[in-house]
């Protein structure tokens, strides 16, 4: 049962329980509830899991450490993600997550999704990277706004066999994104699109681009339009960034030179591309803040058991008080990362507000793991500065969480917007 149903079942079973105590209510002492009654009532913790949700965390949990974690050096060191991890992804449900079982996809919930980012990143963050990506920038575009045909045509192969890119940013246009110069023309039964995207994830082994483009520059941002494009239409994958961190996860330039796209591969609206970006990304900020939570989670267990083996002094460094202290701080860090997520992947998923809280999730996320995997480096000593162990690594994979789906200062803002709002009335 989905979370929606189990929590479409609690409010009915609740307002029961208030219908048939009503009449009592001024006479009797509440205490007549039933236990049962009282139970269904309880405000659950925000580690309750659904059962398909504590499903998701275990699969991909044991994909994770057993195919993943084996290559996750490798891959580093070699820039490049092996096609036989993608494909795992693809076998094991992790690239069509909430995609409708119609389409082949799993079916699942929001949270299931955030959850296999995470666990994902506990392992490597690049893998964490494309699976987030392709699920909620990628399959939740198609989803929610193109039409049937597409839908059938191309989300059946987002959920099984291609990877999925999603093509913003642009060289003139980061932070400031509706100011994209790509361009599509009106051909009468297609349209022509010429420009280059920059930075685009999973692009090196995308088989479809979600593109956004603009039909008419004299509306602006109104003239931003999304299409569906296939690498066989005529995309160029020129230059493959060398990067600080997230090195198997590749991000490229991508050229359009004259790319024919037919009518039909619109998605949703001409003119409401913009509209669809910022929906989309402001939930993808959730998903990179599961990115980074489990990041953090990540460097933390394998580095943890470290200060209780390494002896200084005569004792583990783990138990001297200066060390404690460190690592305390973290936990609870991590902590309160975990549970601003969580939240505000609920309040997506009950139709809330969560614009705010999705950036101050992220914000706070890849603060939280920055911090973790930098103490994590230093908490080792020595050893903790090589190659030879994963903090390092850690530690120059949480940088991209302060740049990509929006920069802090960009959170930063969003935050005080809704604060102004709220407040300045
Ligand atoms: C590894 C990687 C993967 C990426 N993947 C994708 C992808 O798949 N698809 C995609 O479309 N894009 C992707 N991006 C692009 C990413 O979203 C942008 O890099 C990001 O939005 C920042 O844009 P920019 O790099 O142009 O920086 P800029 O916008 O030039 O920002 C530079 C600095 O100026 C600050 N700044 C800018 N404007 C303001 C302001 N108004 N107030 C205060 N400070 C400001 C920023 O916070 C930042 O510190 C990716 C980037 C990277 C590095």
Not at 52 to 68: G, I, N, P, S
Not at 240 to 261: H, P, Q, W, Y
Not at 320 to 340: D, N, S, W
């Amino acid at each position: 049962m989905n979370s929606f149903a189990i929590l479409g079942k609690r409010l009915a079973s609740s307002a029961m329980v208030l219908k048939s105590v009503k009449p009592a209510f001024a006479s009797q002492p509440i205490r007549h509830f039933s236990q049962t009654q009282k139970a269904l009532d309880q405000p659950t913790n925000l580690f309750s899991f659904t059962e398909e949700e504590q499903m998701f965390r275990d699969v991909v949990a044991r994909y994770a450490t057993e195919k993943v974690l084996p290559k996750v050096s490798e891959m580093d060191e070699k820039e490049f993600m092996y096609p036989e991890i993608i494909q795992g992804l693809f076998d094991n449900g992790l690239m069509g997550v909430e995609v409708d079982s119609e389409y082949g996809g799993a079916g699942g919930s929001f949270v299931s999704a955030i959850t296999v980012v995470e666990e994902l990143a506990k392992i490597d963050p690049s893998v964490s990277a494309m699976c987030d990506i392709h699920n909620t920038l990628v399959n939740r575009t198609v989803s929610d706004y193109a039409p049937k045909e597409l839908k059938e045509k191309y989300l059946t192969r987002l959920a099984t066999d291609t990877v999925g890119s999603f093509c913003l940013t642009e060289a003139g246009s980061g932070s400031d994104a509706f100011a994209l110069a790509t361009r599509a023309e009106d051909r009468g039964d297609h349209y022509v699109l010429n420009g280059s995207k920059m930075w685009i994830s999973n692009s090196a082994e995308a088989g479809i681009f979600v593109v956004f483009a603009n039909v008419d520059p004299s509306k602006g941002y109104k003239g931003i339009t999304c299409f569906m494009v296939e690498r066989e239409m005529g995309v160029e994958i020129a230059k493959k960034e060398l990067k600080l961190g997230i090195r198997a996860s590749s991000t490229c330039v991508l050229n359009f030179d004259n790319v024919k796209v037919p009518k039909e591969n619109v998605i949703g609206e001409v003119g409401k591309g913009y509209k669809y970006a910022i929906d989309v990304l402001n939930e993808g900020r959730i998903g990179i803040a599961a990115q980074m939570v489990g990041l953090a989670q990540g460097v933390f267990n394998v580095t943890m058991p470290y200060l209780f083996q390494r002896k200084q002094f005569g004792q583990p460094i783990g138990h001297f008080q200066g060390m404690q202290f460190q690592y305390a701080q973290i936990a609870t860090e991590i902590e309160c990362a975990r549970l601003l997520t969580y939240n505000t992947a609920r309040m997506r998923e009950q139709g809330l507000d969560f614009v705010k809280e999705a950036a101050m999730a992220k914000l706070y996320a890849c603060q939280v793991a920055e911090r973790a995997a930098s103490k994590c480096v230093e908490w080792m000593g020595g050893i903790g500065f090589t190659r030879e162990f994963p903090a390092e690594k850690f530690l120059r994979d949480s940088k991209i969480g302060s740049i990509y789906e929006g920069t802090s200062n960009i959170q930063l803002q969003t935050i005080a917007k809704a604060l102004v709002k709220q407040y300045s009335q």
